[in-house]
């Protein structure tokens, strides 16, 4: 299973832009890059996805390498709602793969947002 | 909030039993998962079931077993239970098996004393 490194932990201030990175040198060409969420007590929660173009959706933005060996999550302005652990997924987007359907989830980045 | 309603929230088992976890998923899923997670560590993928078969196993032993219903809900069943059990238990739905979000719920938190 193709990993990602993440670091463990960073910081922001609120209403300031978070780059949250993530390294996968050895993602393979079905791999998707999924992004989700765990907010305290909760379970992950969808954030964002992309193969190969930079994606945008109402929470986050996806800012992918060119040789697709890291990425970057982006939220614009971070909240105090916005503190949370972050994850980086590579999922098999192959059709009957024996991965299809299962997420593999590394220790993620504990995001703190300061008021 | 995502739809997928898990019961009970919080349940404490001794060693030695069994547990049945319980999952109904978000309108119109077929497909549930189901994921560990101790303290402090992310998510480690148990099993999935799509039209109530297993599709695809995690390295978890065989006292760990499910079902899925014909309604798409599902339980999760621990046998003999172990200390080392003792962790956050995650349901997760989507449209397929390959369908590109999954929706979890809060979980339900098992304690083995």
């Known amino acids: 299973d193709a990993k990602t490194t993440q670091p463990n932990s960073m910081e922001s201030n609120e209403e300031e832009p978070v780059h949250l990175p993530c390294n996968h040198s050895?993602?393979?060409?079905?791999?998707?890059i999924h992004w989700y969420r765990q907010l305290p007590s909760q379970g992950p929660e969808y954030v964002i996805h992309g193969l190969t173009s930079n994606v945008n959706n109402r929470m986050a933005s996806l800012a992918i390498a060119e040789d697709r060996k890291s990425s970057t999550l982006i939220l614009h302005r971070a909240t105090l709602r916005d503190a949370a652990v972050y994850y980086c997924i590579l999922r098999d987007s192959f059709y009957g793969s024996s991965n299809t359907g299962k997420l593999i989830f590394g220790q993620g980045t504990t995001l703190q947002v300061k008021p | 909030e995502t739809g997928v309603t898990q019961s009970p929230t919080h349940l404490i088992k001794t060693r030695g039993q069994q547990v049945t976890l319980r999952c109904s998923s978000q309108?119109?899923?077929?497909?549930v998962s189901w994921y560990q997670q101790a303290l402090g560590q992310g998510p480690q993928f148990i099993f999935q079931y799509y039209r109530e078969e297993e599709n695809g196993r995690g390295n978890f032993p065989p006292r760990f077993s499910g079902l899925q219903f014909p309604n798409y809900s599902s339980e999760l069943n621990v046998n003999a239970l172990e200390l080392d059990d003792s962790a956050l238990y995650l349901c997760?739905?989507?449209?397929?098996?390959?369908?590109?979000?999954?929706?979890f719920g809060s979980g339900t938190q098992l304690s083995v004393l």
């Open positions: 997760a739905s989507s449209l397929a098996p390959e369908g590109e979000k999954l929706f």
């Open positions: 309108s119109g899923h077929n497909t």
């Open positions: 050895t993602i393979s060409g079905t791999d998707y």
